[in-house]
């Protein structure tokens, strides 16, 4: 995905590969209550994804805001 495609208000930082693959993966998880993912929602703020040397795996990290205390 390019940068062209984000949202404007969606910070990124780390590798790029983790970054794209965290994106791919948060658009596969959609609100409960209506069909549209969390990232095209506009849930997602910020999303760092680093690779960590000596770690088989990495853990992207997105950050979200929940708009209703019922959600």
């Known amino acids: ?3 062209a495609k984000r949202p404007p ?3 990124v ?3 790029e590969d983790l970054i ?3 994106e791919e993966a948060l658009k596969e998880v959609y609100d409960p ?3 549209v993912n969390v990232y095209d929602l506009g849930l997602i703020y910020a999303i760092d994804a680093r690779r960590v040397v000596g770690r088989a795996k990495h853990s ?8 209703a205390v019922s959600c």
Not at 60 to 67: D, R, S, T, V, W
């Open 9 to 11: 208000f969606l910070k």
């Open 13 to 15: 930082s780390g590798d």
């Open 20 to 22: 794209q693959l965290a």
């Open 33 to 35: 209550e209506i069909p």
């Open 1 to 3: 995905m390019s940068t």
């Open 60 to 67: 992207p990290k997105p950050i979200c805001l929940i708009l």
